[in-house]
């Protein structure tokens, strides 16, 4: 018997269909009922009610048409990527704005780049050094050719 | 300003040594990220789009151009000297390119792609030159009935020409209207869709989510694969295995220099080629969302049937590595008429472009090229120079675009994804940006992985609030009467034209699913 959990779908164009028609449905029944003011003609809430009405009817399609993919929307590898890259450039920015630029940058270099290599602690040279290079291309940019508005300690 | 007058401007303001070196650094650059496989144009463009605000317009312009020049042939260095396409409009290069260079010519197959590619952007330059203008002053004449039309057929068009499932294109551009609705309302200016959040009412800003979307996915997806090769490794290591490393199908047997020389008569032989996939690629470049890869295989294909020596096709001709360089590479200056003229970006690195001009004050449209034109002109004058720059600085680095093909994308991912944050930061010195970019990036991860085509997305992004714009015009026009929007035969030819596209991919759709049965 196939699985049907969305932890589990067993197609994500499908899950994908569901979260549209719920997203367009959500969508409509806010113009309707909530706060929005009018407009001109036919008003504010015209050409997003068109969109909304288009999106469940793709998410409707997506239903008869999709069936076989058995992918998940989200598996374990595309989580570590999302927090990995994703979510750590946002503490690389917060880090920007309280460490400065070159020792923020030259961390969240060498850590990424560590965590691509196999076996960092025997290969520092080649961690360190790159993300040296990389922290200089960084800040020469950032400083001498587009002027990033950091207060200036937080330059260097 | 005479014409004699304004071209003068434009030829001062094209030749300062500021513009001459943007340019030659775009070529470089573009160049370096098209032969590094898993990096592009787009993205190129993508990450610097933030940075170029600095810069005066035509040096912005000639960065960019030169970059989109580069990226273009630079996909076929890594296609022919390790049958890796460096960019998806150089997929189709691969088939004759790599075992061209296997029978021993490589040097030919690398010159044949870039001669023939800087004749494909030559001849596509001109058209958007000798184009743009005419059918800008057409599209003035337009009232928001036929321009809605315009915005349906250019949607419909984007959705369903680009590369993968036509439903998923469309999926992705209701996605971008959505996304584009967020913020003011582009006639009544009053707000919506900005769940209280008081940075929303300027609805989301271009760069963040053009760099999230395209950038930061393709960084996420590139992050993944290096985590994967990683992982894989270590397994290898912890069994004991050693690497066996050299691949022994890309070493060329008996390789003779002398026999490997480029000259006028090898490119005189794959002339018909190139000439072919030139003219395919300028009129595919023209059309909304089709795109330089199918114009790759579609050169390839028309260039195959048309050729003499066909069956030589597959086997490392080089006519076979001419048509689809000319016809990618043709697509360049085509793909950006509908923008000149209509304001409507036809592919994602017009879009890049055409914010690349809004953020230089410069509004993409039928009165783009009239009302800046000592800027426009001396962007023409750049579109070509910047050909020749492609062909001379190939020429002298050919070798080193090799190497740096090589480089890892351990090294690459974390700089590019600095340069994308610090980039869209400092933009606008906007926090806010910096979170749409990230979320905007993870929503892009997730639909690159499940296939959805990501152009319709930000063109759709882009085209949306003129849609709504010039569809509720009409409607005000038309006192409210629907039919009013079909009461015009430029509207209905446009109409049909999309009804017509959506029936061909519907067939083509079945087609497919038909054959997956068979299987």
Redesign the interface.
């Known amino acids: 018997m196939k699985k049907r959990s969305l932890k589990g779908y067993y197609s994500?164009?499908r899950a994908?269909g569901i979260i549209?028609i719920l997203l367009g449905i959500a969508?409509l029944y806010d113009t309707l009922y909530g706060d929005?003011?009018?407009?001109?003609?036919?008003?504010?809430?015209?050409?997003?009610q068109l969109?909304?009405i288009?999106?469940i009817l793709?998410g409707l399609?997506?239903q008869f048409?999709f069936r076989e993919n058995k992918?998940k929307?989200?598996d374990w590898?595309?989580l570590?990527?999302?927090v990995?890259?994703?979510?750590t450039?946002?503490v690389?920015?917060q880090l920007?704005r309280r460490l400065g630029l070159i020792t923020s940058?030259f961390l969240?270099?060498t850590a990424?780049?560590a965590?691509?290599?196999?076996?960092p602690a025997g290969n520092i040279r080649k961690i360190v050094i790159?993300?040296l290079i990389?922290t200089i291309?960084?800040w020469l940019?950032?400083t001498k050719?587009?002027?990033?508005?950091l207060p200036r300690p937080l330059l260097f | 300003m005479e014409f004699v007058e304004l071209l003068q401007t434009a030829m001062a303001e094209a030749f300062t040594l500021g513009v001459l070196l943007f340019s030659i650094l775009g070529v470089f650059v573009g160049i370096t990220v098209g032969a590094i496989p898993g990096l592009s144009g787009d993205l190129a463009i993508a990450i610097i789009l933030p940075i170029v605000f600095t810069l005066s317009p035509t040096r912005a312009l000639g960065m960019l151009i030169g970059i989109y020049k580069g990226s273009m042939f630079g996909g076929s260095i890594s296609a022919i000297s390790f049958g890796v396409p460096g960019t998806a409009a150089a997929a189709a290069t691969v088939e004759d390119g790599y075992k061209a260079k296997k029978r021993g010519q490589p040097r030919k197959a690398l010159f044949t792609a870039l001669y023939s590619s800087v004749t494909g952007d030559i001849i596509s330059s001109l058209t958007l030159i000798f184009l743009a203008l005419p059918m800008a002053k057409i599209a003035i004449m337009l009232g928001p009935r036929e321009f809605f039309a315009l915005y349906v057929f250019s949607l419909m068009l984007i959705a369903l020409l680009t590369q993968g499932n036509p439903l998923k294109g469309i999926g992705a551009a209701v996605i971008g209207l959505l996304l584009g609705a967020i913020g003011m309302d582009p006639m009544a200016g009053s707000t919506r869709l900005t769940f209280g959040i008081p940075v929303l009412r300027g609805g989301l800003q271009l760069v963040p989510v053009l760099v999230g979307i395209f950038a930061i996915s393709e960084l996420g997806m590139q992050f993944k694969n290096a985590l994967i090769k990683k992982s894989e490794k270590d397994e290898a290591a912890r069994r004991n295995l050693t690497d066996q490393g050299s691949d022994s199908e890309g070493i060329m047997e008996h390789y003779d220099p002398a026999k490997d020389k480029m000259s006028v008569r090898v490119y005189l032989s794959t002339l018909k080629a190139t000439l072919i996939g030139s003219l395919t690629g300028t009129f595919i470049g023209a059309l909304p969302g089709a795109g330089s890869s199918l114009a790759g295989f579609m050169s390839y294909g028309l260039g195959k049937r048309l050729s003499k020596n066909s069956s030589e096709f597959g086997k490392g001709s080089l006519e076979g590595v001419a048509a689809p360089e000319a016809g990618n590479s043709a697509t360049c200056g085509a793909s950006l008429v509908p923008l000149f003229a209509f304001g409507i970006p036809g592919s994602a690195t017009a879009a890049l472009i055409g914010a690349a001009l809004m953020m230089q004050g410069i509004t993409p449209g039928p009165r783009m090229i009239e009302e800046n034109a000592p800027v426009m002109y001396a962007f023409f004058i750049v579109l070509v120079y910047a050909s020749f720059m492609n062909l001379g600085l190939s020429h002298l680095l050919l070798p080193l675009y090799a190497k740096l093909s090589m480089i890892k994308t351990k090294f690459l991912v974390p700089v590019v994804f600095m340069l994308a944050l610090l980039g869209t930061y400092s933009a606008r010195n906007s926090v806010f940006d910096v979170w749409v970019l990230l979320t905007m990036g993870v929503l892009g991860y997730i639909l690159r992985k499940h296939k959805f085509p990501l152009g319709p997305l930000v063109l759709a992004f882009i085209l949306g609030p003129g849609t709504e714009r010039s569809l509720r015009q009409a409607l005000v026009i038309g006192r409210g009467d629907v039919s009013y929007l079909f009461a015009s035969p430029i509207a209905l030819g446009f109409y049909g034209a999309a009804i017509a596209f959506i029936a061909a991919a519907m067939l083509a759709v079945n087609k497919q699913k038909g054959k997956k049965e068979n299987l």
Do not use: R
């Open positions: 994500a164009e994908f549209f969508g929005w003011s009018s407009g001109p003609g036919y008003g504010t809430t015209f050409f997003p969109t909304f288009l999106l793709i399609i997506f048409y992918t929307i989200i590898m595309d570590k990527t999302i990995l890259l994703i979510c450039g946002a690389y920015f920007v940058s969240y270099c990424l780049i965590m691509l290599t196999s076996k790159p993300g990389g291309i960084i940019l950032f050719l587009v002027v990033l508005i």
